[in-house]
Every structure is written in structure tokens, then in C-alpha cells.
């Protein structure tokens, strides 16, 4: 009995480790929770959501299993703000986590501007790399253990230069445990993001830095497959080299470009109602139409479970915990139609409350940010033994 006992603990480990994969699930834009699943592009099946991409030659490695088709909602984003991503190992926080330790690997964060966020393919060339990180000697650690460590959240400074227009937003994890054996796993997904930005100008990219999305990694780069347990440091990383926009615009200027009657671009695209009473990732409730009669209040009645039944079938597997909060509402309209209370609707146009997991208690600083400030005081020091 004791040995089976053992055998089962041991499968139960092994079917753990082999399922704590991760997906990225939520959009941060200056430490605020812009909704679970909103302006994300993730695998829409539960059950295998959390799955690295199966093929580097894959189209799915552009924004993830089912990323070459947009979301409804695209956010928006002045340049110079901070975008955080976040990472778990279940889609709908139903348990804690981020990744399993295991997964040891390098982080990236690549972006691509795209002229109609609707149509326009993620797929192909025009992907830049904004940032990347491996294997970290001062902390010894590798950036997906610092992901981990900051509860599944990685963050960005937009460059302040960027151009104002609709971008592609792309974290990607790249975890190494079997990478010996010929599997490098690879995690990625897209936000939508519409940058505000005074500046118009494309960036003249250099070829060395811009890359085709697939086709960017090939299977035998050394990055790839290399071995986490007997490593020989420095890690190699895979992909182009990180690409630094030239400009100093200033965030506050950048700003302005959200209302300002200028040049400027506008978003025209995948807006968020101002008017809705609650959202599930890229859906929203609005209210039904006012009634004064027992055929009006009915028709309300099934113009809200309508609603319900959309958001239930648009919802990713972040879950549809807002579609209940909405599904209250109709409950409420049927109580009063079924009192006899035929002027409504109830609460009309009041807010509801979101059900959405509580985020993070703490969203760490931009990665960016800090090696600029590295970079920053290694000036400093040099010119400090200069000047001696």
C-alpha cells in the first residue's frame, strides 16, 4: 500500500509539472486593471489555453493559438505609459500561481504597428523587439523566476518615441526545462493597444532589428538549446537584437495626443463604451430599453438574457464571472415583471460591480526603466573615476 501510495504521489507530480504551463491574461496600463481579457489576444479553449505553442514555424507564434484574429477591444495607451502583462498558470485565477519554477527561461517583449487592428495580420514581418532579459547573474535568476516572483506581472515603458497609431503588444516566456531534449517552449499572446502619441513619423527600423513573426528563431539556435542544468553562461538570446526608438518626447506631452485637434492620430477602432454597466474581457452590458407596460417589460427581460447569452459565448477562459454579475440584472427585471411592476428597468443605468479576481497587490516597476537607471549609473561612475 505504501508503494502505491508513493507511485501515486509521484504521477501526481509528474502530470502537475507537465500542466503548469501559463497563458497571459490581463492587461495593466499604469498599474490599472484594464478587465481580464480585455484587449487580449489568448487561446480561446480552456482546456488547453495554458499550452506553449506547438511549432516554431506556427502562425500561433505571433500572438498565440487563435492571435491572427483580433479582439473588440482595443486599449488605449499614451507613450511613455506603463504596460503590465500578466501571467498564471490557471486562465481563470481558479488557483494561485504564475509558472511552474521549472520553466526556467528568458523573457522578451516585442510590439508591431499595425494601420487596422481588425484586418491587418499579426503574422509576418514588422515585429520589433522592445526589451529582452535571460539569465540574470547579480540576482541568479532567469526572468521567468523574477516573473514568478512578481506574481505573473511583467512590465514595460512604451517608448516615448513610438509613433501614435494601433500597436501589437507581444510578452513572450520561453521556458528552457526540456530545451536539451529538443522542446524549447514557447508562451506568448498580443494586447491591442492604441498608443497616443504627438509623433506621426514611421520608424525607420534598420533591417538588423526588425524580423518576420514566425521565422524569427529557428529550432537549432543556441538560445534554444541550451541546457539549464549544466549551463554555460553567458546565455545566448534568441531573436534580433532589442531595438531603442530614438526621441525624448515627453509622457505628458504624448498626452495631449488623445485630445488634441492636431495631426495627431485618433483612435478610430475597437473602443470601449463609455456607457456600459459592466465587461467580461471584450463584451459589455448596456442597459435595456425603458418600459411602462407588461410587453415592454418582458421584451427588456429578453433583450438582457440575450445580452447574458452573448457574453457567455464570447468569453475567453478567463471566465465569464461579470456574465453572472449581468445575469442578476435579468433575474431582477423577471422579479419585477413577474410583480407586476411594469415600469422600469430597475437600478436603471447603475454600474455593476465587477467580479473580476482582485489584481496583484503590487505591479512591478517597468523593465525598461530599471536599465535605464542602470545605465544611468554606470555613466555616472565612469564619469566619476574620469574626472579623478
Same mark, same amino acid.
Given at each position: 500500500m505504501k508503494q502505491l501510495s508513493s507511485l501515486l504521489m509521484a504521477t501526481a507530480t509528474i502530470l502537475t509539472a507537465v500542466e503548469a504551463h501559463t497563458v497571459f491574461t490581463t492587461l495593466f496600463i499604469d498599474d490599472v486593471s484594464q478587465g481580464d481579457g480585455t484587449c487580449v489576444r489568448m487561446p480561446m479553449d480552456p482546456e488547453t489555453c495554458t499550452n506553449p505553442v506547438a511549432g516554431l514555424d506556427s502562425d500561433d507564434m505571433a500572438c498565440g493559438v %487563435?492571435?491572427?484574429?483580433?479582439?473588440?477591444?482595443?486599449?488605449?495607451?499614451?507613450? %511613455? @505609459?506603463?504596460? !503590465?502583462?500578466? +501571467?498564471?498558470? +490557471?486562465?481563470? @485565477?481558479? =488557483?494561485?500561481?504564475?509558472?511552474?519554477?521549472?520553466?526556467?527561461?528568458? *523573457?522578451?517583449?516585442?510590439?508591431? =504597428?499595425?494601420?487596422?487592428?481588425? !484586418?491587418?495580420? @499579426?503574422?509576418?514581418?514588422? +515585429?520589433?523587439?522592445?526589451?529582452?532579459?535571460?539569465?540574470?547573474?547579480? !540576482?541568479?535568476? +532567469? *526572468?521567468?523566476?523574477?516573473? /514568478?516572483?512578481?506574481?505573473?506581472?511583467?512590465? /514595460?515603458? /512604451?517608448?516615448? !518615441?513610438?509613433?501614435?497609431?494601433?500597436w501589437l503588444f507581444r510578452p513572450e516566456l520561453l521556458a528552457l526545462h526540456n530545451a536539451d531534449k529538443g522542446d524549447p517552449q514557447f508562451y506568448t499572446g498580443c494586447a491591442q493597444i492604441f498608443v497616443a502619441s504627438d509623433s506621426s513619423a514611421a520608424l525607420d527600423v534598420p533591417s538588423e532589428y526588425s524580423v518576420s513573426i514566425p521565422g524569427y528563431v529557428q529550432a537549432d539556435d543556441p538560445g534554444l538549446t541550451f541546457n539549464i542544468y549544466e549551463p554555460q553562461f553567458p546565455y545566448p538570446m534568441p531573436g534580433p537584437k532589442v531595438y531603442q526608438p530614438a526621441g525624448s518626447e515627453s509622457k505628458a506631452k504624448a498626452a495631449v495626443a488623445l485630445t488634441s485637434s492636431s495631426g495627431a492620430a485618433k483612435q478610430t477602432q475597437g473602443k470601449i463604451p463609455t456607457n456600459y454597466l459592466i465587461k467580461n474581457a471584450n463584451w459589455v452590458g448596456v442597459e435595456v430599453p425603458d418600459y411602462s407596460t407588461e410587453d415592454g417589460c418582458w421584451a427588456s427581460s429578453g433583450a438582457c438574457w440575450d445580452q447574458a447569452s452573448t457574453c457567455y459565448d464570447s468569453a475567453p477562459p478567463t471566465g465569464g464571472a461579470n456574465c453572472g454579475v449581468w445575469e442578476s440584472k435579468c433575474e431582477g427585471i423577471n422579479d419585477a415583471c413577474s410583480a407586476g411592476d411594469f415600469n422600469g428597468p430597475p437600478n436603471k443605468g447603475q454600474k455593476l460591480q465587477s467580479a473580476d479576481p482582485a489584481p496583484p497587490l503590487e505591479i512591478p516597476g517597468a523593465v525598461n526603466a530599471v536599465r535605464s537607471r542602470r545605465r544611468r549609473a554606470r555613466r555616472a561612475m565612469a564619469m566619476a573615476l574620469l574626472s579623478r
Open positions: %487563435g492571435g491572427t484574429k483580433s479582439v473588440t477591444f482595443t486599449c488605449p495607451a499614451t507613450a %511613455g @505609459a506603463k504596460l !503590465s502583462f500578466e +501571467w498564471r498558470l +490557471w486562465a481563470d @485565477a481558479e =488557483q494561485p500561481g504564475a509558472l511552474d519554477p521549472s520553466h526556467k527561461g528568458p *523573457c522578451a517583449i516585442y510590439a508591431k =504597428q499595425v494601420k487596422d487592428i481588425a !484586418s491587418d495580420s @499579426a503574422t509576418g514581418p514588422g +515585429w520589433i523587439k522592445l526589451w529582452d532579459e535571460g539569465y540574470d547573474d547579480a !540576482s541568479g535568476k +532567469w *526572468c521567468t523566476e523574477k516573473v /514568478i516572483d512578481n506574481n505573473g506581472l511583467l512590465s /514595460i515603458d /512604451i517608448p516615448k !518615441s513610438l509613433p501614435g497609431g494601433n
